[in-house]
């Protein structure tokens, strides 16, 4: 019998793919409104408390709006776009870091005409996002560079 | 009196540094052997369990020689090198992940002619690292390959 193979320690990077590392669904589809987006779990490990995933969105993608308790650490990676935190948009480059402090309505929109790659760290342990109710999408569009960035869709 | 101002979500980046984030030693000179590598703390919040910091090494620089119980998740952000891995002696470029299991030997090296910059998510609550005794870099270097790693300095 083969001996189980150990995963090796380094995986290479190529075009925002990494060895052993699956590319998956960014939620459930039809789950919570979201397009052109994609997941890779880079790390997550018994022996860590939290995780590291790696996101990307295709020009005029977006991620669902949303909120919850835990806080996501956030490095933009590849090109650039703009994300709504809180009661602001905010335009957002490579290498740039964003922090989503508890319950902030939060999401991310790639450019017209560039992705939008980004590292999220988040715990392992963790509550679930909730959308907002009508009235909730009412009041953050009461704010016309907030209701501009929504009605890209 | 001012009311004192929230920190901004967003940190921009230059040239591998970052806004609101202080550009930090190391480690305490003297403490343990290391050469021309520098620690950005990115993320450390108490709604965090793990925490995500930035090293740069600057040509021909290294980290110190250690291990210990916890895991270091890393993704390459600038440059490349080599890295000893246990066993073993891996190149690095930009962008590839490396894990550093417990108890696991590991050492990152920049090459002579590029910085080596990268992340590192560890758990905030965690074990002080632990150098090798005079016995165990001994048996270390019995390995050819990572003999000549190590006495690069």
């Not at 998956?24 to 939290?50: H, M, N």
């Not at 740039?96 to 790639?110: E, M």
């Not at 992705?115 to 342990?125: I, K, T, Y």
């Amino acid at each position: 019998m083969d001996k189980p193979q150990k995963p090796d320690p380094v995986r290479r990077f190529r075009d925002y793919r990494w060895d052993a590392t699956d590319l998956l669904a960014y939620k459930e589809e039809g789950s919570a409104p979201f397009k052109a987006i994609t997941r890779q779990t880079l790390f997550r490990d018994p022996a860590l408390r939290a995780e590291l995933r790696y996101f990307e969105v295709s020009p005029g993608g977006y991620s669902t709006l949303e909120r919850h308790e835990h806080m996501h650490a956030v490095l933009i990676l590849r090109g650039g776009g703009e994300c709504l935190i809180g009661g602001e948009v905010r335009k957002i480059q490579t290498n740039d870091l964003v922090s989503i402090a508890p319950w902030t309505w939060h999401q991310f929109r790639a450019s017209a005409d560039d992705h939008l790659g980004f590292l999220c760290m988040v715990n392992v342990e963790r509550d679930k996002p909730v959308q907002p109710t009508a009235e909730e999408r009412k009041a953050l569009e009461a704010d016309p560079r907030i209701a501009a960035f929504l009605k890209q869709d």
